[in-house]
């Protein structure tokens, strides 16, 4: 029996739209990282990509050189995702409602084990260091630096003034593009930014992070750019977008439909978001690969472009009248709720929460990262039996300034916890160090799934003759 067939009998015991879409076959790609004989590998896609060495030498026994060819330019900078803090040395160590903790800013060369990425200052803005790059003599800039294991997100500024503020002008890898990107042309919706890769080397007690990583055991799925129709939608007006994973293998025929993950950005991002900064196609490929979790299909919408709404109406109603239905008329995906999963980041898990609120018969499992209960938010005994029905998962990084609430939106993970609790509802919950960053949220997509989604409940109630 599945983890999926338990689920079902354990939940059991307790209790189409027609659309037009256009998509694009692909597979994930960024630099590697993975070192060869040598201890040296380049980029996939071009002679001018990222390149990663294993030395041997303190502090991570990695360092990445990234390199950009621009022989006219005058200055060449880049920004990575690589401000790191030190938990056991922050006091307090946990951001909550009374106190805001500030990170360190170490910069790799600091790197000592424990240390995890967190922007500085501490903020829900990516702040991370912005550096100049050396030119060379064949017009390559470059710069390297050392890493310890994990992805890392980077991007380059040409003639321009850039701080550790902002994004504006800032150019992908064109030697290490984005996965929806062929021969320089892009299908669907540009990116503004790269992914790395680096091993982890055990001799400096680096995390070994290969799970982020392409899957060693060479399945890999396939992700898809999807336009669909969307009447009412502003922009794009009357249509939007997907990006849809499936699974190394996937059978259009298997006698057993699969599971639905619908996995959601946070704000200022799009449907690209995680299949880029959040590295989730090596992530599935891994968690499937090594038989962590089953093969799944993962739908990730772009939840903005819409009109303003209560609770992000609008969106929700796209959400169960048209995506979900197209999902199942073109995927060999299940069409029961207990066999659909959503989670998203930040906004998404706004987003979570609003659809576990107000739509609790939709999916059978919700995780929230980042985010909590919107303000005022009444659980009434009809809401408290529904959500009781379903598998609730909170998670967030402890450094993250979001713990304390954004009052106008919602009252932070800590209170959300505290008030379903109190409620009687079942929690699942996961923190960990860090701040409102991608290095969290990878985290959490794998501990959500190999926790929570399409698991038996895990409620006292559950019909273990409660």
Not at 217 to 236: A, D, E, I
Not at 425 to 436: L, R, S
């Amino acid at each position: 029996m599945t983890r999926r067939e338990i689920a079902r009998a354990v939940t059991a015991a307790v209790g189409g739209a027609s659309l037009t879409g256009t998509a694009l076959g692909a597979a994930p790609a960024y630099a590697t990282g993975q070192a060869g004989p040598t201890g040296l590998t380049t980029g996939q896609h071009g002679k001018y990509g990222p390149v990663v060495r294993h030395t041997g030498r303190r502090p991570t026994g990695y360092e990445v050189t990234f390199r950009y060819h621009a022989p006219s330019a005058e200055r060449v900078q880049l920004k990575g995702e690589w401000y790191f803090e030190r938990p056991s040395e922050l006091s307090p160590r946990v951001t909550g409602p009374d106190h805001l903790v500030e990170t360190q800013g170490l910069l790799p060369a600091q790197w000592r084990p424990g240390d995890v990425p967190a922007s500085h200052p501490n903020s829900t803005s990516p702040v991370w260091p912005v550096v100049d790059m050396v030119r060379g003599r064949d017009g390559v800039w470059s710069y390297t630096t050392p890493l310890p294991s994990g992805v890392y997100t980077y991007g380059f500024f040409v003639d321009a003034q850039a701080d550790d503020t902002t994004t504006a002008g800032q150019l992908p890898d064109p030697g290490n593009p984005a996965w929806n990107v062929t021969d320089g042309v892009v299908q669907g919706r540009a990116v503004d930014r790269s992914q790395i890769y680096v091993p982890s080397d055990p001799d400096f007690r680096t995390v070994d992070r290969s799970w982020q990583g392409p899957a060693p055991h060479g399945g890999r799925g396939k992700l898809r750019y999807v336009t669909y129709g969307s009447p009412g939608h502003v922009t794009p007006a009357d249509e939007n977008y997907l990006v849809v994973y499936t699974p190394p293998g996937y059978d259009p025929k298997r006698a057993e439909p699969y599971p639905t993950l619908y996995l959601s950005h946070g704000g200022g991002e799009n449907e690209m978001g995680w299949s880029t900064q959040g590295a989730m196609a090596d992530i599935m490929d891994n968690l499937i690969g090594h038989g962590e979790v089953e093969p799944m299909v993962v739908v990730m919408p772009n939840a903005t472009g819409y009109a303003s709404s209560t609770q992000d109406q609008a969106h929700r109603t796209d959400l169960i009248e048209r995506v979900i239905p197209w999902v199942e008329d073109h995927y060999n995906v299940s069409t029961s709720a207990s066999d659909r999963a959503y989670t998203g980041l930040s906004a998404g898990g706004m987003r979570t929460a609003y659809l576990l609120l107000n739509n609790t018969e939709v999916f059978g499992y919700y995780g929230i990262m980042s985010a909590g209960l919107p303000p005022n938010t009444t659980l009434t005994e009809e809401r408290k039996a529904a959500i009781g029905q379903v598998s609730v998962y909170v998670g967030c990084g402890w450094q993250d300034p979001i713990n304390v609430g954004f009052s106008t939106l919602h009252r932070g993970p800590f209170r959300a916890v505290r008030d379903l609790t109190a409620a009687g509802i079942h929690v699942q919950t996961d923190f960990v160090d860090g701040g409102h960053e991608w290095h969290v949220w990878r985290i959490l997509l794998r501990d959500f799934l190999t926790r929570v989604a399409f698991l038996p409940p895990t409620t006292a109630s559950a019909a273990w003759g409660a």
